[in-house]
């Protein structure tokens, strides 16, 4: 399986700062590397796919870049809405697996 | 507008068998590049794959799963069925079931959750 390593597992950043969480495959993943938003109690919502690919209806402040192996996603302008755990997911091959998770808040 | 809801016990017993059904709308997995997926997440962790299902009744396991999961759909096209075989208190967590986007593994549309717990 490959391991989806995040990293920090959590910040807290004041509103109006660049964010950037890191996200780091155990094998070159190529494109297949998703992002997702989740806040509490809610089910995911899907921010960016296949690396840099913005999902229609998510705010521009939102973007990914990386390849093969190290990926990042980055808030430009961190906005109270922005508070919420976010996780990377690779769909390389079977089994598809999750980053643990970097949870934002607002300082 | 695609929609999920899922649907079932709340509380099992160990060694039960756990039975979730995903209702939606907005599409159907009877058309070409329809899929849906399972997914967990215990209580403060991250999510975990548990199966998908395709409109061609091409189904897929976690390997960590596979002696205990089952998916099926219905055949109108709108539900699919998550079986989970001798629960453990360790398979406590929401299950979420999701629409994959035709033909690309993108999990786009999410049911709300349901909240299972295993306890005697």
């Known amino acids: 399986d490959i391991q989806m390593t995040q990293s920090p597992s959590s910040l807290s950043a004041s509103v109006g700062d660049r964010v950037t969480i890191t996200c780091q495959a155990s094998?070159?993943?190529?494109?297949?590397l998703n992002w997702y938003q989740q806040k509490p109690g809610k089910p995911p919502n899907l921010l960016i796919y296949d690396v840099s690919n913005l999902e229609s209806g998510v705010s521009s402040r939102f973007s990914g870049s990386g390849s093969g192996t190290h990926f990042t996603l980055t808030v430009s302008s961190l906005q109270p809405e922005d508070v919420a755990t976010y996780y990377c997911q690779h769909y390389d091959h079977l089994p598809l697996t999750f980053g643990g998770g970097t949870k934002v808040e607002i300082k | 507008q695609i929609t999920l809801k899922e649907s079932g016990p709340t509380l099992v017993k160990p060694t039960q068998t756990l039975t979730l059904t995903c209702s939606f709308s907005?599409?159907?997995?009877?058309?070409?590049?329809?899929?849906v997926a399972w997914f967990r997440q215990p209580p403060g962790r991250t999510l975990e794959w548990l199966a998908h299902?395709?409109?061609?009744?091409?189904?897929r396991y976690s390997p960590s799963l596979q002696k205990r999961v089952t998916i099926t759909k219905d055949t109108s096209g709108n539900q699919a069925v998550l079986t989970l075989t001798n629960m453990d208190p360790v398979d406590t967590g929401t299950y979420y079931c999701?629409?994959?986007?035709?033909?690309?593994?993108?999990?786009?549309?999410w049911g709300q959750g349901i909240s299972v717990t295993v306890s005697s």
């Open positions: 094998q070159d993943i190529d494109k297949y």
């Open positions: 299902i395709s409109w061609d009744d091409d189904k």
């Open positions: 999701a629409h994959r986007r035709r033909y690309i593994t993108i999990f786009d549309f």
């Open positions: 907005g599409f159907s997995l009877s058309t070409s590049g329809e899929a």
